[in-house]
């Protein structure tokens, strides 16, 4: 099932799902009312190859709690996904088995090509 998890709260979200719309029978999953499992983050990193590919290093939490000064581990980065949603790189779209993480230009226009095909 084509899932896209985002932030409501987000601007840039809302306007990626705007410009991927229709988004067909794609679950929409807010992240922050809906908060991710360890089985969700698990599809996510099997599709994406890391947990530092999900990890959003731009996280106002991030520079707060020193850890742009420490060698985070994969274990720490799913750690700290789980713990507090605004550690994960957003949106993050699943579509069949292919997936697109955060919200460059060219990422936003991969997932919609996919979606659209």
Do not use: W
Request: glycine share 4%.
């Amino acid at each position: 099932m084509d899932k896209i998890y985002y932030l409501s709260t987000c601007d840039s979200c809302r306007r990626i799902l705007k410009e991927l719309e229709p988004v067909g029978d794609a679950m929409l999953i807010d992240i922050k009312t809906h908060p991710l499992s360890s089985s969700q983050l698990d599809e996510m990193r099997e599709l994406a190859g890391s947990y530092e590919s999900l990890f959003s290093r731009r996280a106002r939490l991030y520079r707060e709690r020193g850890l742009n000064e420490q060698n985070l581990s994969e274990e720490n980065f799913k750690a700290l996904i789980l713990e507090h949603y605004t550690f994960l790189k957003r949106p993050v779209m699943i579509f069949g088995e292919k997936i697109f993480i955060g919200n460059s230009a060219k990422i936003v226009a991969a997932a919609k090509e996919t979606l659209h095909a």
